[in-house]
């Protein structure tokens, strides 16, 4: 399996505080993606980066930032949880735009 | 920006093979399709992909047409184990975004 470590697993927070989770990879590939997965939905792309420092917006980006200082490490925050950000957050890697990508196994986040 | 089109939902006998279909017919020249599938609520697993000539791999062949505007997924002996939601996917042109639609959801049955 790719080294793909997403932190917290589970996660529940109150309405209006920051959160920040973290996906850490191994493999030193060059993208990294997070997605959110609600009921009924696919997977939805929040933010990407294609390197460090360096990232772009996805479907759904409003009310999510995201950090890449390193390459092993992308993180997203939300900057006041709202309960609509409750979901299953994926994080996914992928060395290059024409190679497949890995996921992590998820981390659910429940905003109250 | 290449879409893909599939069935909501499918259903295939344990030991058959199941023939997912995909359309993709915005589909660029130099685009290629993706196919994962999600088991459950586990992370997204890769399965197979292709530019234009037919693959195969250890879990699956990908049939692409000859026009690419749109491909086959075959699991050649269906299990119970490969009941899951199946995505078809093709990279977005000009960009690094990898974009899922809402899949096929594949149960085999015994």
């Known amino acids: 399996d790719a080294g793909i470590t997403q932190s917290p697993r589970h996660k529940v927070t109150e309405t209006g505080t920051p959160v920040t989770l973290r996906c850490h990879q191994t493999?030193?590939?060059?993208?990294m993606y997070w997605y959110r997965q609600d009921p009924g939905h696919g997977l939805r792309l929040i933010h990407y980066?294609?390197?460090?420092?360096?990232?772009d917006k996805g479907e759904v980006s409003d009310g999510y930032s995201v950090s890449r200082s390193k390459t092993e490490d992308f993180l997203l925050t939300l900057e006041s949880a709202t309960s609509s950000q409750t979901s299953v957050y994926f994080c996914a890697i992928s060395e290059s735009t024409r190679e497949e990508a890995f996921f992590g196994q998820g981390t659910r986040l429940t905003v109250v | 920006d290449a879409k893909t089109t599939q069935p909501t939902s499918m259903d295939c006998a344990e030991g058959r093979a199941a023939n997912l279909p995909c359309n993709h017919s915005t589909i660029s020249g130099n685009e290629y399709v993706y196919w994962y599938r999600q088991i459950h609520s586990q992370g997204p697993q890769y399965i197979i992909h292709?530019?234009?000539n037919n693959e195969t791999n250890e879990m699956a062949s990908l049939i692409i047409t000859e026009d690419r505007k749109s491909s086959t997924l075959i699991l050649p002996h269906a299990t119970l184990r490969d009941t899951a939601v199946y995505y078809c996917i093709v990279r977005v042109r000009g960009t690094d975004k990898l974009i899922f639609g809402t899949g096929t959801r594949l149960q085999v049955f015994p």
């Open positions: 292709g530019l234009k």
């Open positions: 980066s294609y390197g460090v420092k360096d990232t």
């Open positions: 493999e030193n590939h060059r993208y």
